[in-house]
Nanobody
Framework: QVQLVESGGGLVQAGGSLRLSCAAS????????MGWYRQAPGKQREFVAA???????NYADSVKGRFTISRDNARNTVYLQMNSLKPEDTAVYYC???????????WGQGTQVTVSS
């Protein structure tokens, strides 16, 4: 089992920045992928960014150039630095952990990000 605890959400004005953190604990394997999805009201959950234990990253087109994902393997923690935030970034952000792509991911409880115009 893997537990994920997110933090760092909040309310920010458009153009502002926030940094999300997600700490993993439990049965963590050194080779894994962690990342973020988000879900806005009335919409499906969508991919935001991911990073492998080898620091390979992937981003949704909608956040490229504005968001940066990073990780601290010693702390089993992943970060999402969000800059130039837009009202359309408003959503609940969920952290996930997955060992291999064939495995079902573990999810955090979610953290609310609200961007006001």
């Amino acid at each position: 089992q893997v537990q994920l605890v997110e933090s760092g959400g909040g309310l920010v004005q458009a153009g502002g920045s926030l940094r999300l953190s997600c700490a993993a604990s439990g049965s963590i394997f050194s080779s894994n992928t962690m990342g973020w999805y988000r879900q806005a009201p009335g919409k499906q959950r969508e991919f935001v960014a991911a990073i492998s234990s080898g620091d390979s990253t992937n981003y949704a087109d909608s956040v490229k150039g504005r968001f940066t994902i990073s990780r601290d393997n010693a702390r089993n923690t992943v970060y999402l630095q969000m800059n130039s935030l837009k009202p359309e970034d408003t959503a609940v952000y969920y952290c996930y952990y997955r060992r291999y792509s064939i495995n079902a991911p573990y999810w955090g409880q979610g953290t609310q990000v609200t961007v006001s115009s």
